[in-house]
């Protein structure tokens, strides 16, 4: 099962570190295996996303999901993606930074150097964004309790994750600018730059959002019309409108799972900027990571044991805020690409440790005077 699932995710695995080896050496086989792990960890909530909703839909529009959104994501969003964002941040076309990159790799790196500023300005504040409204958001299952049930609380207030995010950034440039003035107004416009691409970041988040659920609700309005109309062909022997309303609501379906895909293959683009500049790197990387996602996807679907580890989803959004506050701070510091490559990778363990813990936690409490929850009587992690 498990070779049927993940074949061809290993077979492009092994593709993908002997390139790394013959264009870097062995430091681009590590980079390149950080980059695979990063966007496997950052994306096990979108799997598990991906597979609640999938399992709904007939297996013709699976299909056309595990097909044509893998073209998307892994050609679109991994390959093409990053050369987009150095484009527009360099101010050249797509084609010239393709070539410097595959061709004059000094000036590649001194153009996304220069650039970095508004790379991690943006991508910082999409992913700040995506945490902060994981973390004030009320749940049943938590993971550091004493972090989560607080905030779930503040969570209550509107716009919450949006002030701070803005708080965060005006910061964040500030800093910028209170530096530059110290050095006698070198790279003045820095702090502009980082308060523009941050504040387009958060509206890039804000729209993904309403996309994401403006699809959402679609879905729902179509299940609910969808169910009523199998109600009313029973009692009529009708079928034709159940029918039409089940392909227009796959239809939903599989643009709902595509807006969040795009969104969480954003997160890795972003996040693998905090890794390394090598836009072939990041390509190899990211790709292999998204076939293992696909893979992953196509398990939870025929198998669903992943949603077992509970606390998972919480590992990948700490990773993802610890990026956020990483990508901002390198604005101003230079941070070691291990330490950037690795936080995400222990985040995850951590989480899945203590959703072992807490199964066995069950386990044991099975027969007893009652079965532990997300509340009371679980272990809660680290």
Known sequence: ???????????????????????????AFGVVAILCILEISLSFDNAVVNAGVLKKMNAFWQKIFLTVGVIIA??????????????????????????????????????????????A??????????????????????????????????????????????????????????????HGGIHVDKAQTVLVSGIAGLITYLVVGGLSGFFENKLEEDEEREHEAEEEAARSGKKVTAVALAGKAAFFMFLYLEVLDAS???????????????????????????????????????????????????????AIGALAVLLLVTIQYQIHEVITGTIGVVLIALSFWSSVRRNKAIAAAEGGAGSPDGKTGVPSGV
């Open 74 to 119: 892994v050609f679109g969003m991994r390959l093409v993606f990053p050369v987009v964002i150095v484009a527009i941040t360099a101010k050249i076309g797509p084609i010239e930074a393709v070539n410097l990159a595959l061709n004059d790799a000094d000036r590649y790196q001194q153009l996304v150097t220069d650039a970095h500023p508004a790379i």
């Open 121 to 182: 300005a943006f991508g910082g504040m999409f992913l700040m964004m995506i945490f902060l409204d994981f973390l004030f958001e009320e749940r049943d299952i938590q993971w550091l309790r004493w972090i989560e049930r607080p905030l779930s609380k503040l969570g209550k207030v509107d716009m919450l994750s949006v002030c701070i995010a803005l708080i965060v950034l005006l910061v964040a440039s500030m800093t910028v600018a209170t530096q530059a003035h110290q």
């Open 264 to 318: 969480f293959s954003f997160d890795g683009v972003i996040g693998a900027f905090a890794v390394t500049n090598d836009i072939v790197l990041m390509a190899l990387g990211l790709g292999v990571g998204a076939m293992y996602v696909r893979s992953l996807t196509v398990y939870l679907v025929r198998q669903g044991t992943l949603d077992d580890y509970v606390y998972l989803e919480h590992g990948a959004h700490y």
């Open 1 to 27: 099962m498990i070779l049927k699932t993940f074949g061809w995710s290993f077979a492009i695995t092994a593709l993908g570190l002997a390139a790394a080896v013959l264009y870097g050496g062995w430091e």
